[in-house]
T-cell receptor, first 114, second 114 residues
């Protein structure tokens, strides 16, 4: 039972344009969401997070949007750069019941073309 | 630089031959995690240690064990590896567990079972 789903295995975007990566979840107990970026031969690195009490969090070129009613979150990267090419994982936790235990999506491979 | 280190980066073992993967951290974090990630799938939590307390996920096979002799080191032991255990194994750390915290990942060990 996949509680966190990233339905697009890959996304290709032109440099300078916006990249939008999507993530859906089914567990209504999730209250904290994170995005990780992974380059080949490296471990995932934390990118940005959002608590369920917010609907938007911004950090430089990266913005995460949370729609609790739709159980959907998205990561916007603007402008996209070739160095952003990586696999992006969405992750969620239910802090009240599961603490820092993370449930990950399958990842989306983002390719930013020069 | 404070970091999470995994050795070896690649490990080849034979079917049924016990194998140990190691993880060390210089972050002085209380919590250490082991994830299994198979190709194109989401990282899956196997277990975590909060200090010396071991917490197994309900669906982690008995074939997988872990040891944490001190704060800095954590080991993953696979007692009798099967072909289905070939995967990337990721170690991660966080300061605390009860409050959702960012997890910091090592580069992973890719295990091949012949």
């Amino acid at each position: 039972d996949q509680q966190v789903k990233q339905n697009s295995p890959s996304l290709s975007v032109q440099e300078g344009r916006i990249s939008i990566l999507n993530c859906d979840y089914t567990n209504s107990m999730f209250d904290y969401f994170l995005w990780y970026k992974k380059y080949p031969a490296e471990g995932p690195t934390f990118l940005i997070s959002i608590s369920s009490i917010k609907d938007k969090n911004e950090d430089g070129r990266f913005t995460v949007f949370l729609n609790k009613s739709a159980k959907h979150l998205s990561l916007h990267i603007v402008p996209s750069q070739p160095g952003d090419s990586a696999v992006y994982f969405c992750a969620a936790s239910a802090r009240e019941t599961s603490g820092s235990r993370l449930t990950f999506g399958e990842g989306t491979q983002l390719t930013v073309n020069p | 630089d404070a970091m999470v280190i995994q050795n070896p980066r690649y490990q080849v073992t034979q079917f049924g031959k016990p194998v140990t993967l190691s993880c060390s951290q210089t972050l002085n974090h209380n919590v250490m995690y082991w994830y299994q990630q198979k190709s194109s799938q989401a990282p899956k939590l196997l277990f975590h240690y909060y200090d010396k307390d071991f917490n197994n996920e309900a669906d982690t096979p008995d074939n997988f064990q872990s040891r944490r002799p001190n704060t800095s080191f954590c080991f993953l032991d696979i007692r009798s590896p099967g072909l289905g255990d070939a995967a990337m194994y990721l170690c991660a750390t966080s300061r605390e567990f009860l409050r959702a915290e960012t997890q910091y990942f090592g580069p992973g060990t890719r295990l091949l079972v012949l």
